[in-house]
């Protein structure tokens, strides 16, 4: 089983048993965490048609690709796990939203079929670990995306809270260095984040470090390593900001669509407006 499965089966269960809409701790399905992103994010984007296409991957119980269709958008959602997709279908029918809703891991998306003019990935690439998996993700939203089209993206970030740069174990075996991060994770300098596991049966992805298994969890980078990654994938990043729930989000395009790079600060605002 790839290693972004179980958590994810086992949070939805958990929803479905009690009875909620989101696994967002202090969020309901009005107020998710990418919402202020894209409230400010959505009215700066120039779109060529009326009712643009987008597909959300990641989608979860469908809190963003609902409000999205409700903000006339034609969203196709997609997450890896039934039970999510059972219960946005359930949410999106109360309130009379057509969405279609599709059971799909987003690595293995076939690269040929409908494009969008937006794509949007809330808080789903911090789970998508491995450069591997990552550049199948790049690689997909490359080919689904219209010439012109967005790839909007709200993450998790480093927390440097919970980094001990200065507590570093080395793998005898591979001369590789982890470092302690939060309760007993290691995580590496490429930003790989991997939490202690039982045993390597389940998993192809899991590392032996100083005799335990690990398996990858996250990936925390900082905002511009992040940034950077998604140049080296083929994208311009037109907007990028951090939050001080230690979240990225950013608005990239296509680096075929070339626009100047811009520092982060007070220009951020005026090319809010001159991306259109
Ligand atoms: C933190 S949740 C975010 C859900 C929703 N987008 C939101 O903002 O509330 C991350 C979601 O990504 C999904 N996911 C993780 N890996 C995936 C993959 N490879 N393909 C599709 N969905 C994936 C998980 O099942 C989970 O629903």
């Given at each position: 089983?790839?290693?972004?499965?179980?958590?994810?089966?086992?949070?939805?269960?958990?929803?479905?048993?009690?009875?909620?809409?989101?696994?967002?701790r202090?969020?309901?399905?009005?107020?998710?965490?990418?919402?202020?992103?894209?409230?400010?994010?959505?009215?700066?984007?120039?779109?060529?048609?009326?009712?643009?296409?987008?597909?959300?991957?990641?989608?979860?119980?469908g809190?963003?690709?609902?409000?999205?269709?409700?903000?006339?958008?034609?969203?196709?959602?997609?997450?890896?796990?039934?039970?999510?997709?059972?219960?946005?279908?359930?949410?999106?029918?109360?309130?009379?939203?057509?969405?279609?809703?599709?059971?799909?891991?987003?690595?293995?998306?076939?690269?040929?079929?409908?494009?969008?003019?937006?794509?949007?990935?809330?808080?789903?690439?911090?789970?998508?670990?491995?450069?591997?998996?990552?550049?199948?993700?790049?690689?997909?939203?490359?080919?689904?995306?219209?010439?012109?089209?967005?790839?909007?993206?709200?993450?998790?970030?480093?927390?440097?809270?919970?980094?001990?740069p200065?507590?570093?174990v080395?793998?005898?075996?591979?001369?590789?260095?982890?470092?302690?991060?939060?309760?007993?994770?290691?995580?590496?300098?490429?930003?790989?984040?991997?939490?202690?596991?039982?045993?390597?049966?389940?998993?192809?992805d899991?590392?032996?470090?100083?005799?335990?298994?690990?398996?990858?969890?996250?990936?925390?980078?900082?905002?511009?390593?992040?940034?950077?990654?998604?140049?080296?994938?083929?994208?311009?990043?037109?907007?990028?900001?951090?939050?001080?729930?230690?979240?990225g989000?950013?608005?990239?395009?296509?680096?075929?669509?070339?626009?100047?790079?811009?520092?982060?600060?007070?220009?951020?605002?005026?090319?809010?407006?001159?991306?259109?």
């Amino acid at each position: 089983m790839k290693y972004y499965y179980p958590e994810h089966i086992a949070v939805y269960e958990k929803i479905k048993r009690e009875g909620q809409k989101v696994a967002w701790r202090g969020a309901d399905f009005e107020r998710f965490p990418s919402r202020a992103f894209l409230e400010k994010a959505l009215p700066q984007l120039c779109f060529s048609v009326d009712g643009p296409e987008v597909l959300e991957y990641g989608c979860g119980t469908g809190a963003s690709a609902c409000f999205l269709a409700k903000r006339g958008f034609k969203v196709d959602g997609m997450d890896l796990i039934p039970t999510a997709i059972e219960l946005a279908k359930r949410f999106a029918q109360e309130q009379n939203l057509n969405v279609y809703f599709q059971v799909q891991d987003i690595c293995e998306l076939p690269h040929k079929g409908k494009t969008y003019d937006m794509i949007v990935d809330s808080f789903c690439l911090q789970s998508i670990v491995t450069d591997a998996d990552r550049n199948k993700v790049f690689a997909v939203v490359r080919a689904r995306l219209k010439a012109e089209g967005y790839y909007l993206i709200s993450t998790a970030l480093l927390d440097e809270d919970a980094y001990y740069p200065e507590q570093t174990v080395i793998d005898v075996e591979t001369g590789i260095a982890y470092n302690r991060y939060g309760d007993g994770d290691l995580r590496t300098e490429t930003g790989i984040v991997y939490i202690p596991v039982e045993d390597s049966d389940d998993y192809p992805d899991t590392i032996k470090i100083d005799n335990q298994w690990y398996l990858p969890h996250r990936r925390h980078l900082t905002l511009a390593d992040l940034k950077s990654e998604l140049g080296a994938a083929g994208f311009s990043v037109l907007y990028w900001e951090g939050d001080r729930a230690r979240s990225g989000h950013m608005i990239c395009t296509l680096d075929t669509v070339t626009e100047t790079p811009i520092e982060y600060g007070e220009l951020v605002t005026a090319i809010m407006v001159s991306i259109c």
